[in-house]
């Protein structure tokens, strides 16, 4: 069995088939996680960082 550090409270965690929460240790972690992403708590940036759109487009690619 592989053991994984839980995302949530970086404790040992069993990762396999028998361990219905994984890759989290417990159902308290696992529902910790899923109330963070409910809230929005983990969230992407919606527009992109200052300067990414600024570069050139790459040349189009040659026809065959």
Do not use: M, T
């Amino acid at each position: 069995q592989r053991i994984v550090a839980c995302p949530r409270c970086k404790g040992d965690s069993v990762y396999g088939p028998q361990n219905p929460y994984r890759p989290f240790c417990g159902a308290r972690c696992k529902a910790f996680d899923f109330g963070a992403w409910a809230d929005e708590g983990f969230r992407l940036p919606a527009h992109p960082a200052q300067g990414e759109d600024d570069a050139p487009a790459p040349p189009p690619l040659p026809l065959q």
